[in-house]
T-cell receptor, first 115, second 112 residues
Framework: EADIYQTPRYLVIGTGKKITLECSQTMGHDKMYWYQQDPGMELHLIHYSYGVNSTEKGDLSSESTVSRIRTEHFPLTLESARPSHTSQYLC??????????????FGEGSWLTVV | QKEVEQNSGPLSVPEGAIASLNCTYSDRGSQSFFWYRQYSGKSPELIMFIYSNGDKEDGRFTAQLNKASQYVSLLIRDSQPSDSATYLCAVEEDFGNEKLTFGTGTRLTIIP
């Protein structure tokens, strides 16, 4: 059972607002990720981090930004939300070994609706 | 562009039967393979991973890997209605590479 928490779970905001999606994990995992998933569609990696002060963009271009100041915390920020940002955002963390590969654990997701 | 292909389904299987889910991948150098289950509106949860050719069993679930043919499959024995979900295949390029490429998922429905 993974201990990774996301807030808010559901958010409806107006266009142009700034929002931050919070993600915290208590497992001490160095690697953390943000995925975006539209209903019924595939997961797309938008950001990842190998550790404190390390952030990289993922395979899908995103207007969001992330920061990693503490190991356990990986917030995602949208400076000016638009309706096209409406989606589910999934935070994840992982521990990898030479024998198991990189096992990713997901949070419960944040559903964002921009109106 | 690394690709992971799955039949989107829906795949309908009678309760008690064996459900077979397939996944192919394009990167021959891929090392680790994962199956996630995702219920509607929920986040994916890990079912099992495999990195060696052959079969790996965990309860009612069996993962099968064939690196030469570049496919990985998941068998669910004695299917239950609670198994109805979307099953995501994910592939890691190297051990500890930190990034997984996910397929679009196969929607499985178990018919009582």
């Amino acid at each position: 059972e993974a201990d990774i928490y996301q807030t808010p779970r559901y958010l409806v905001i107006g266009t142009g607002k700034k929002i931050t999606l919070e993600c915290s994990q208590t497992m001490g995992h160095d690697k953390m990720y943000w995925y975006q998933q539209d209903p019924g569609m595939e997961l797309h990696l938008i950001h990842y981090s190998y550790g404190v002060n390390s952030t990289e963009k993922g395979d899908l271009s995103s207007e969001s930004t992330v920061s990693r100041i503490r190991t356990e915390h990986f917030p995602l920020t949208l400076e000016s939300a638009r309706p096209s940002h409406t989606s589910q955002y999934l935070c994840a963390s992982s521990v990898g070994t030479a024998f198991s590969g990189n096992t990713i654990y997901f949070g419960e997701g944040s559903w964002l609706t921009v109106v | 562009q690394k690709e992971v292909e799955q039949n989107s389904g829906p795949l309908s299987v009678p309760e008690g039967a064996i459900a077979s889910l397939n996944c192919t991948y394009s990167d021959r150098g891929s090392q680790s393979f994962f199956w996630y289950r995702q219920y509607s509106g929920k986040s994916p949860e890990l079912i099992m991973f495999i990195y060696s050719n052959g079969d790996k069993e965990d309860g009612r679930f069996t993962a099968q890997l064939n690196k030469a043919s570049q496919y990985v499959s998941l068998l669910i024995r004695d299917s239950q209605p609670s198994d109805s979900a979307t099953y995501l295949c994910a592939v890691e390029e190297d051990f500890g590479n930190e990034k997984l490429t996910f397929g679009t998922g196969t929607r499985l429905t178990i018919i009582p």
